[in-house]
């Protein structure tokens, strides 16, 4: 047995960044390391909730036979779109292999041939206008096997573009002036002879 | 018999370390109930977040007896698969305890026949401010009181 002596000596952060999940029919077996592996063709499904809505939880039980865990990924997906009803209407109740990736960057697998997890939801349009018109999604199961790092890589579905990056522009000033204005998920190269240290401050 | 223990000095709460022995390891008890292993094995060291480590032991009454509820619970912070590993290995497997409180007091829990099963509760929270960590704990029911003193021992002075 080994020692239970983890001193966190960096940032930790709360939350989920994204996940991924496939659908059982996808799904070919596990790897000698116990990874999903998913049939030829198939990838994995991209999922993103609400900024900061995602959390995971995983709770070890005790039972006369063993150790259980339940698992579930919850988060919400704002606004009642048709084409996002559409989405969900194809996960409802379906069983699912998931990866979440947290918000320090680990990637954790659960789900496996004979232990999947259910999807479900619950719309809600709220009754005023400040309330939130979304749905509360989740990824529920129980199994017995322990949860696991994920390892290999992640290949996404090439039909899904990427978001597009949002925020405001950063405005880039030298000596006071005005010299470029950068948009969100733009770069800006400068070119020296010198090592210097930039900190963008807004 | 008086019951009569006023506190003289400090008497801060909460419990500094704990060291546990899986119930393999276990060889049985000496003659003042004190834990004994078996030859070459040894008392592994367990630390959490600072001040989240918690005993209880409350006591009910049933229909047959006294039935005591042991628990040790705390935190450990961010997930990583390292961390992991070590949990993984002991979910549902049956301990000894020895902790240390923040007054320095030394005290057994369990014995063979009668040991702590040691949990855990993962949760990722959603927000960055939020919590990343595993709530664990070492829990048992027992019909008898299964918490000692504990001698000090040179292996837990760490």
Redesign the interface.
Known sequence: ????????TDD?????ARFWFAIEEDIAGLDVLGNIQLKAGKTWSLGKGVK???????????ERG??LFDITLE?QLAKYRPALESVLAKMRDQRFAIL?K???G?V?QFGRPGEWLKFSTNQSTGALPSDPNGYKFQFTGSMKA????YNSIIVDNPNVPLPEPDGDPVRIYLNGLLVATIPPGGNFVITTEFTLEYTILS | MNLTFPVSGDNYGGVDRFW?A?ED?IAGVDAASQIVLKEGKFW??????KYTLDFSNPQTTRRGGIIFNSTLKGV?????????????????ERFALVFKDLNGYLIQVGRPGELL?F???????????????YQFSFGGQTNKNTVVSRILLPELVA
């Open positions: 047995m080994d020692d239970l002596v983890f001193p966190v930790n952060y709360g939350g989920v900061y809505s995602c959390m995971l939880s995983v709770k070890a039980r005790i063993g150790v988060g979440v947290d918000l320090n680990y954790m322990q949860p696991i790092s | 546990f899986h390891d592994n060291l367990g630390r959490a977040t450990v912070k961010k997930y990583r698969p390292e961390l992991e590993d070590v949990l993984s290995k002991m979910r549902g099963t949990t855990t509760d993962q949760a990722t929270g959603g927000l960055p401010s939020e919590n990343n960590q």
